[in-house]
């Protein structure tokens, strides 16, 4: 054993000494706290996040669902939405929501773990986190986020790309919005939605050499579409390929998710933003509108995650990376790998028009009540706004997602 463990790639080891040395530098993005705020816009923003977390459960539809109207609201108010539009939305997206229905029984601090990945507790497990808020963390929500999601021997963080991400998604906007009713809903998501993917942070052992090793996130991705191991894995692409993939194919998903070399984490990181919006709208054939659903919370995710690095404890930075780097990866080869064109986002298309042009588009258009298109937008933008679009790649792609998009394909 200890001649494996010798030749462990130093993330492991990262993870493991909790070097901080190999955390990703980012500066925090900027917050919008509307709790206090005395203008209508942002009141009506609180009103319907506490409306929401009040009215509607975070899992619907025989618990296959996730309630995503915190992620809209927050993403169309972020890019200028107005009150009306606000209120439009939270409409819209409450006509097919849920409401709450009482657990099984209570959790407690003596029993939480037993019932976590039961989505029946998704009731049980929001009152235990906002009890405790009250009981124990005097009302300021990121202790209670502290506690149990980087507390403990398998801390709930590394388990946040559970139920395709969404748990990941709305931690985000909580820190983003600085709003408790969103983090206590991100700590129920991750509680419900904990699965399998938590033994792959948590068991050090999975981290092993892999005979690939490659530091661009598409050169990986066009490494699996080539691999004809995956092109005959499943004869449609489909989300229901998740299980099997894993359950039979489990080694040659750890090839590739070992495979990233992490040699310089936050330009790698700036690299697999580029990926994900390339996975979203590079791998969409002219004049198919094809723009897949799964494939965008690979997006939203990344986005995320970007929000979240500046705020978490180091010691977890290098591993919620390779958490998206994991759903990447199995989302991708679950669809069959889609081919990824690089000379399908010309920014030459742009053709004068500005992110103001994508956020009308966003706000007005079609689809302005559509979570996942105004999320990737939001994505986008930020993308954009951490690390620069000199040669306006973001924009290009953002342009040709608005102008094309025509709904989402499963």
Same mark, same amino acid.
């Given at each position: ?71 809209? @609201?927050? =993403?169309?108010?972020? /890019?200028?939405?107005?009150? #009306? ?5 939270? %409409?819209?997206?409450? +006509? ?117 090793? @490659?530091? =661009?996130?598409?050169? /990986?991705?066009?490494?699996? #579409? ?5 092109? %005959?894995?499943?004869? +449609? ?174």
């Amino acid at each position: 054993m200890a001649s494996v463990l010798a030749y462990v790639p130093v993330v492991n080891r990262f993870i493991n000494n909790n070097n901080s040395s190999r955390s990703i530098d980012l500066p925090p993005v900027e917050v919008h706290n509307v709790e206090t705020a005395p203008e209508k816009r942002p009141r009506t923003l609180k009103h319907l996040l506490r409306a929401n977390h009040v009215n509607h459960s975070i899992i619907y539809h025989n618990l296959q669902f996730d309630n995503h109207m915190a992620h809209i @609201l927050c =993403s169309a108010y972020l /890019l200028g939405a107005s009150d #009306a539009q606000l209120h439009k939305i939270y %409409d819209v997206e409450a +006509e097919e929501l849920e409401p709450w229905k009482p657990s099984p029984a209570e959790v407690t601090r003596d029993d939480w773990r037993e019932f976590l990945g039961d989505k029946r507790y998704q009731r049980a497990f929001v009152d235990f986190f906002e009890d405790a808020l009250a009981m124990r963390h005097h009302y300021d929500w990121k202790k209670v986020v502290e506690e149990y999601m980087f507390g403990g021997k398998e801390p709930l963080v590394n388990c946040l790309i559970g139920g395709l991400g969404h748990p990941l998604i709305h931690l985000g906007y909580a820190y983003e919005m600085d709003n408790k009713e969103v983090g206590m809903e991100a700590l129920g998501l991750t509680a419900t939605q904990y699965n399998f993917f938590h033994k792959y942070t948590d068991d050090p052992s999975y981290t092993r050499p892999s005979s690939i090793r @490659l530091s =661009s996130p598409v050169a /990986l991705l066009t490494k699996m #579409a080539d691999d004809k191991r995956l092109g %005959d894995l499943f004869e +449609e692409p489909g989300f229901n390929n998740l299980g099997p993939l894993f359950e039979d194919h489990e080694d040659l998903v750890m090839e590739y998710w070992n495979s990233w070399s992490l040699d310089d984490p936050k330009k790698q990181f700036e690299e697999s933003q580029e990926a994900a919006v390339s996975l979203l709208v590079a791998t969409v054939p002219p004049g198919t509108h094809s723009y897949n659903f799964f494939i965008v919370h690979l997006l939203t995710t990344s986005h995320a995650v970007r929000i979240l690095l500046p705020v978490i404890p180091t010691k977890f930075h290098i591993s919620l990376v390779r958490q998206w780097w994991l759903l990447t990866v199995a989302v991708y080869a679950i669809l069959k790998c889609p081919k990824i064109d690089p000379d399908y986002i010309k920014p030459s298309d742009v053709a004068g028009k500005q992110w103001n042009y994508v956020e009308d588009k966003a706000l007005n258009g079609p689809y302005s009540t559509d979570a996942h298109f105004v999320k990737a937008v939001r994505a986008m933008k930020e993308a954009a706004r951490t690390w620069g679009d000199v040669h306006e790649h973001y924009l290009a792609a953002a342009v040709r997602f608005v102008d094309d998009f025509a709904g989402w394909t499963h």
